[in-house]
């Protein structure tokens, strides 16, 4: 009862094989980028004139709080395709990469109340960019809490992709928003994420380590879709071939 | 007849269909109505009780308390909008119907607006009493809250869409739509705050309008699409 | 610099080790679960061959 759609890979059946391999490959990436990142920046970058070592905090929290926003971006784009197009593939990948979003956005929290301390003396600032990351965050539990209320697979599909996409519509406005009220309420203060202004080594390695959790996404990313795949065509007659086969 | 007449009726007739409709709906339980006042009444009257009734702080705090409360009243109202249609079949009819249906999902919110929202903006400057707002003050709170609560009605409704029939909704309606309404918040408390400290909040109201004209405008069109995703 | 004073980051150990070390749990998490979902995806997915 699989309605096979004749769009190279954008069908479950022929997607699957790819996603193996592809995923293998990006996770090896992944780890060469983070390794030399990190080398980068905890070892090679120097001592920070102003905030000492402490700054060697943004080489997590710069690039995770931009892949938290790159995915979600990346999520309503599959959303919109999944709606336009009446895909499910496209639905999936959107699922597959939420928890990897959310995840980022936690990461990017958690660093950045870490870094605020020593640097700014306190843990939660409500600067704009803090606060705006904690609404995304709200965002992605919010799709994902959706998709898992929904038991009819293809509601949730369509469903939350409305809500990705009403989402990234009111994101900028959100983040204006927040930025206006931040000014309003705290004068000139200083912004937690104006970064020391970057030698160019730290900067090497904040993109090192983007291009590392950018890696790190895309084969997590595939590895989930890979199981989304099996769970929600485990009726039809081809996977239970590839699990067969398939370590 | 011409075979130029549009067979289907029109929008703006649909809009009025569902307005005079749901509003003699939501008149017969006029206790319901009441209620989603009260609960207004209540959590604004909650602040001073936990924060103390310090007169500067209040005042500082009054304004942003007003607009959080109505968000809430807001809420908690959203999920009586498509529920009862859904869960007797309604809803279904009311999909079918020859009218556009963005055009009759206005008409319906419009219908909820007035019935929740509007009273709410009507009321705030005796709760501004309470914080020790003054005359120009109020007027602030009422002209925003006038602009705003129909855009919170409109995301609202986006979000009571989505939700439809599921358990546990209002919950999960509250954590779907509060991070939309923050813009609405920001520049409404805003425009009291500006009016205290005597400047003109003609920005403020501004941003508010324009809120209020992109939803006009995209809600509809999503909530009828949500609707649709539900019915299936 | 050497290693002590690698550990040590100018005083501020605790915020930079623990937000690496958050970070690396975290990150750490999400892969064993994964794997775990896929496994448990891979052998739905074979049992049901055996009911077809």
């Known amino acids: 009862m699989t309605s096979i759609n004749w769009f190279r890979y954008a069908s479950p059946v022929s997607f699957f094989p790819v996603t193996r391999r592809l995923a293998r490959g990006f996770g090896v990436a992944a780890a060469v980028f983070a390794a030399v990142g990190l080398w980068l920046g905890l070892i090679v970058a120097p001592t920070d004139a102003q905030q000492g070592e402490a700054y060697r905090i943004i080489f997590i929290h710069v690039p995770a709080a931009w892949m938290s926003m790159f995915i979600y971006a990346v999520m309503a784009g599959w959303a919109a395709v999944s709606l336009a197009l009446n895909a499910r593939l496209s639905a999936m990948m959107a699922q597959a990469l939420a928890p990897t979003g959310a995840l980022f956005t936690a990461i990017a929290l958690v660093t950045g109340s870490l870094w605020g301390r020593p640097a700014w003396g306190t843990y939660w600032a409500w600067d704009a960019r803090m606060t705006s990351e904690l609404i995304l965050l709200f965002l992605y539990l919010g799709y994902m809490a959706l998709r898992q209320a929904i038991d009819d697979p293809r509601r949730a599909d369509r469903a939350s992709a409305v809500l990705a996409l009403v989402g990234v519509v009111n994101l900028p406005i959100i983040y204006f928003s927040v930025v206006w009220w931040n000014t309003l309420h705290q004068g000139a203060s200083v912004s937690l994420t104006a970064a020391p202004t970057m030698a160019a080594i730290m900067l090497a390695a904040m993109l090192v380590m983007a291009f590392a959790a950018w890696f790190y996404t895309i084969a997590v990313v595939l590895t989930r879709v890979r199981a989304i795949i099996l769970e929600r065509e485990k009726r039809a007659a081809w996977v239970s071939e590839f699990a067969e086969a398939a370590r | ?232 | ?52």
């Open chain 2, 1 to 232: 007849m011409s075979a130029l007449e549009p067979t289907s009726p029109g929008a703006w007739p649909g809009v009025a269909w569902a307005l005079r409709r749901d509003l003699k709906l939501a008149l017969r339980s006029k206790a319901e109505l009441g209620v989603q006042l009260l609960f207004y009444l209540i959590v604004v009257t909650l602040f001073p009780l936990g924060v103390g009734v310090e007169p500067t702080m209040l005042r500082a705090l009054g304004p942003g308390v007003l607009w959080v409360a109505a968000l809430l009243a807001s809420l908690l109202a959203l999920p009586r909008l498509f529920a009862s249609d859904f869960s007797d079949g309604s809803l279904e009819q009311i999909a079918l119907s020859p009218y556009p249906l963005p055009a009759l999902i206005s008409g319906q919110i419009l219908a909820h607006w007035l019935t929740t929202g509007a009273p709410l903006a009507v009321l705030s400057p005796l709760l501004g009493l309470q914080f020790g707002l003054e005359g120009h003050e109020a007027g602030a709170l009422v002209a925003g809250l006038l602009l705003g609560t129909p855009t919170l009605s409109l995301l609202g409704a986006v979000g009571a869409a989505l939700t439809l029939g599921l358990a546990r909704g209002g919950a999960l309606l509250a954590l779907l739509i509060l991070p939309l309404y923050v813009p609405i918040l920001i520049f409404g408390a805003a425009a009291v705050g500006a009016t205290h400290a005597g400047m003109a909040a003609a920005g403020e109201f501004s941003v508010l309008a324009a809120a209020l004209l992109a939803s006009v405008v995209g809600a509809p069109i999503a909530c009828a699409t949500a609707v649709r995703i539900a019915l299936d």
């Open chain 3, 1 to 52: 610099m050497n290693l002590a004073e690698f550990f040590a980051m100018g005083g501020n150990a605790v915020y930079v080790w623990s937000a690496y070390g958050i970070t690396a749990i975290l990150i750490a998490v999400e892969i064993v679960a994964l794997r775990a979902r896929l496994k448990n995806a891979r052998e739905a997915a074979r049992d049901m061959d055996g009911d077809a």
